[in-house]
């Protein structure tokens, strides 16, 4: 399931880079992320509904969710013109949370997935940066957002899914 979501968490972030570049209006932006974000949001609860107690299963669903989220508070911002700051902090703390998720990955053996959710965090810190600290970091993000989801969720995505991870 994980190469399925990280497929379209690439198309997601791209879809976002690219509107932001391009100045795609916001509501047209908002659509890809209400269906990826739901999409997140569904594998993940199936994930723990599944889980059977395993530890590992809740992990993998706890930290799948923060993308869910991720991508619905974005759709809600964008579609009812909300105060960023609360997604800014939102993002602080995912950020946060990607340190220790690296950190694992990286004493597992996983130095890929380690790079990735160090990457991730690095995305999530600037919507903390732009939002609630007011610092505009210009195209910056926009290609950000392109550069990651290629690198941390499309190409590993595939791969997953082609079983050559």
């Not at 979501?5 to 890809?32: E, Y």
């Not at 800014?88 to 340190?99: C, D, F, K, P």
């Not at 690095?122 to 505009?136: P, R, S």
Request: with cysteine.
């Amino acid at each position: 399931m994980l190469g399925v979501v990280l497929l379209f968490v690439g198309i997601v972030l791209l879809n976002n880079g690219l509107g932001r570049l391009t100045g795609i209006d916001k509501k047209a932006v908002t659509v890809l992320n209400v269906l990826v974000g739901s999409l997140s949001v569904i594998a993940n609860v199936v994930t723990i509904v599944q889980a059977n107690g395993e530890i590992a299963n809740f992990y993998s669903a706890g930290t799948g969710l923060l993308f869910g989220f991720t991508y619905l508070f974005i759709a809600a911002n964008n579609l009812f013109d909300l105060d960023l700051r609360a997604y800014g902090w939102y993002s602080l703390m995912v950020a946060v949370i990607t340190v220790p998720a690296a950190y694992l990955c990286f004493i597992a053996g996983d130095w890929r997935f380690g790079a990735i959710w160090l990457m991730w965090g690095v995305l999530w810190l600037t919507g903390f940066i732009e939002t609630v600290a007011k610092k505009d970091l210009g195209h910056f993000v926009s290609f950000l957002l392109i550069f990651e989801g290629i690198v941390t969720a499309l190409v590993p995505g595939f791969l997953i899914l082609a079983d050559r991870w």
